[in-house]
């Protein structure tokens, strides 16, 4: 009898953990897209931020047209078999990690702008120039001796301009709070007008305006490097692509509030404006961010 209990209770016992571990799956994902890209599993019927990042991702490669809304459905199933099948993977329609690291990579890829050369130009103004590190740019071209770069050299400068749609670059929106408000739900691309830097951002509310996060520390890192290395709250024209779109808009640089990404290197959030967005404390309309959303929605 004794033994029967026992099995009994450690028949108990697996299942618990059994279940235990299913239900505690789902945690992982979302701690894993709070990092970035995740690096679990997606496939059809899952929804939450790991299938916005992938959708956002497809969007700006130009294979997913759809709205970003977390869900992993058919139109974004035929969006990972396109893309699957551009590259030469198996077109099965679910992300796992080739599928998911062919994808970081053409969107590393998409971000770097080619550079030609110039006479006098070295690794140190060219990495200036761009708003990026000299290392970044030896890393990106495999250059093994620095002082061998030559005028006429092409080079690619890593993360300095915004990942392009596969049909070409959209024209800037002048788009209504109102409406950017039920578009703008999980990830985007910010990209800073007067430097070309680009950096990836997730929503974590806001009424009046988007509040908002850098993804990770290198988005974090980026976005200090357009405010000049050091946290301000004046405001700067963006576009803001989601969705396959471009959208004027205006950023301040100032860590504040509450936060929802640990590990990111940016203690709160920051606020991104468009047109007719107000004021939280207020419930104004800000003219300096106005001003900036007008010189974003000129710069296309």
């Excluded at 071209?141 to 993360?159: A, C, F, H, R, Y």
């Excluded at 985007?188 to 520390?217: I, Y």
Aim: charged share 20%.
């Amino acid at each position: 009898m004794r033994l029967d209990t026992l099995g009994r209770a450690l028949a108990v016992a697996a299942l618990a953990a059994l279940a235990g571990l299913i239900v505690c799956a789902p945690c992982t994902l979302a701690a894993e897209a709070a990092a970035g890209a995740p690096s679990g599993l997606l496939r059809a019927g899952m929804r939450g931020d790991d299938v916005a990042w992938l959708q956002q991702g497809l969007a700006n490669l130009g294979f997913y047209t759809g709205e970003v809304d977390g869900l992993f459905g058919d139109r974004t199933i035929r969006a990972v078999k396109a893309f699957q099948r551009e590259c030469g993977l198996p077109a099965d329609g679910m992300v796992g990690t080739l599928t998911r690291e062919r994808l970081e990579a053409e969107l590393r890829k998409a971000r770097a702008k080619t550079y030609v050369v110039a006479p006098g130009d070295s690794l140190w103004s060219i990495a200036r120039k761009f708003g990026v590190s000299v290392q970044d740019i030896v890393r990106a071209n495999s250059i093994s001796d620095p002082s061998l770069v030559k005028p006429g050299q092409e080079l690619q400068i890593p993360g300095s301009a915004q990942v392009p749609s596969r049909g070409g670059r959209g024209p800037v929106e002048l788009l209504q709070w109102d409406k950017v408000n039920s578009l703008f739900r999980s990830y985007a691309t910010v990209v800073d007008v007067r430097t070309g830097l680009s950096f990836r951002v997730k929503r974590r509310g806001g009424h009046f305006h988007a509040d908002v996060e850098p993804v990770t520390s290198e988005d974090t890192a980026v976005m200090k490097r357009a405010f000049g290395g050091a946290w301000s709250w004046d405001r700067r024209p963006i576009v803001v692509e989601l969705s396959g779109r471009r959208i004027a808009a205006s950023m301040n640089g100032m860590p504040h509030g509450g936060e929802t990404i640990r590990g990111n290197g940016f203690p709160g959030h920051f606020c991104i404006h468009f047109a007719g967005s107000r004021l939280h404390n207020s419930g104004k309309v800000d003219r300096a961010h106005q001003a900036c959303v007008q010189e974003a929605a000129a710069s296309d």
